[in-house]
């Protein structure tokens, strides 16, 4: 009897955000198709801790880090000079996430300058902070992308070599599994136990994930 395990990731989806509207989009469409769970800065709600801790929080419970940059650098936090995409990024990777970029090539950002205006798709503020930005980033390895048709292309393909390169754990978004779970079905769909290959109420088929 086949068994199919069913994995998904949360994938924490950074970007600056009125000139990466499509593409942000592109990003939570090929995520959720992919049978994953999306989370960014949409999901934020009004509270009692700050922008940065909630920012954190939610990279913490995510499994992978997704960068999307365009020709804006974003919104600057006023305590460290830096723009809360770069600080999502820096973060992400000080904490060992797995991780991936897809950047808007030049000949993309320009084509967004004309169709939007420049100072809404180009960065005229802090130009040189964008530069180093995107030349640390390229230090590593990106994936350059035209538009929000290249993010849906591209973005399952990274996911895909990211599980293949690291130990990334299973998870499901339910209520009663705080930390995921794994779902063991057949190729009809019903639920299976692992141990015995016993078709179980699907109730029945979900292991929870350790802490």
Same mark, same amino acid.
């Given at each position: ?6 994995? $998904?990731?949360? *994938?924490?989806? +950074?970007?600056? /955000?009125?000139?990466? %509207?499509?593409? =942000?989009?592109?990003?939570? &469409? ?25 920012? $954190?929080?939610? *990279?913490?419970? +995510?499994?992978? /880090?997704?960068?999307? %940059?365009?020709? =804006?650098?974003?919104?600057? &936090? ?134």
């Amino acid at each position: 009897m086949t068994v199919i395990v069913r994995k $998904k990731y949360q *994938i924490f989806v +950074s970007s600056t /955000y009125t000139d990466m %509207l499509a593409e =942000r989009q592109a990003a939570v &469409e090929a995520i959720l198709a992919a049978g994953h769970i999306p989370a960014g800065m949409e999901l934020f709600c009004a509270g009692d801790e700050s922008q940065l801790e909630a920012i $954190k929080r939610w *990279i913490d419970d +995510s499994d992978v /880090y997704v960068l999307l %940059l365009g020709g =804006r650098y974003g919104t600057i &936090e006023s305590r460290t000079g830096r723009s809360y995409t770069e600080i999502e990024y820096d973060y992400a990777v000080s904490r060992g996430k797995p991780h991936f970029a897809l950047l808007l090539s030049e000949a993309a950002i320009q084509a967004k300058v004309r169709g939007m205006g420049g100072g809404a798709a180009l960065e005229i503020s802090a130009p040189k902070k964008l530069a180093a930005f995107r030349k640390k980033i390229t230090r590593k390895i990106v994936r350059f992308v035209e538009d929000a048709k290249d993010v849906r292309i591209h973005l399952p393909h990274a996911i895909a070599d990211l599980r293949s390169r690291h130990s990334l754990v299973a998870r499901g978004a339910s209520p009663g599994y705080p930390n995921g779970y794994v779902k063991y079905e057949n190729a009809n769909g019903q639920g299976v136990n692992p141990s015995t290959g016993q078709t179980v109420p699907n109730t029945q088929s979900h292991y929870p994930m350790g802490p």
